[in-house]
Nanobody, 124 residues
Framework: QVQLVESGGGSVQPGGSLRLSCVAA????????MGWFRQAPGKEREFVAG????????SYADSVKGRFTISRDNALNTVYLQMNILKPEDTAVYYC?????????????????WGKGTLVTVSS
């Protein structure tokens, strides 16, 4: 069993930056692929970014490419999401997730464990 706890959300103006963190407990996260999803009000939860166990392979949604960066520190059991040039449409609850299998699928059902989320609000 893995427990995931997100932090770092908040309110920011358009063009600003935030860094989200997700700490894994229970089993060390260096055995898992990790990902970030987000869910805006009234919308489905969508894939944002993913990173493999080694950190060598990453994947991003087209909407965040060039603005967001996912990284991990296995010694700290932590995965990060650096978000730059934030837009109002980035407003959502951001969830950390992990999965037992290989790959970085963009479907919610393919991920096994979830955090409770952290709210990001981008508004002027």
């Amino acid at each position: 069993q893995v427990q995931l706890v997100e932090s770092g959300g908040g309110s920011v103006q358009p063009g600003g930056s935030l860094r989200l963190s997700c700490v894994a407990a229970g089993r060390t996260d260096n055995t898992y692929n990790m990902g970030w999803f987000r869910q805006a009000p009234g919308k489905e939860r969508e894939f944002v970014a993913g990173i493999t166990r080694s950190g060598r392979i990453t994947s991003y949604a087209d909407s965040v490419k060039g603005r967001f960066t996912i990284s991990r520190d296995n010694a700290l059991n932590t995965v990060y999401l650096q978000m730059n040039i934030l837009k109002p449409e980035d407003t959502a609850v951001y969830y950390c997730a992990t999965r037992d299998g290989l790959g970085l699928p963009n479907t919610r059902s393919s991920w096994d464990y979830w955090g409770k989320g952290t709210l990001v609000t981008v508004s002027s």
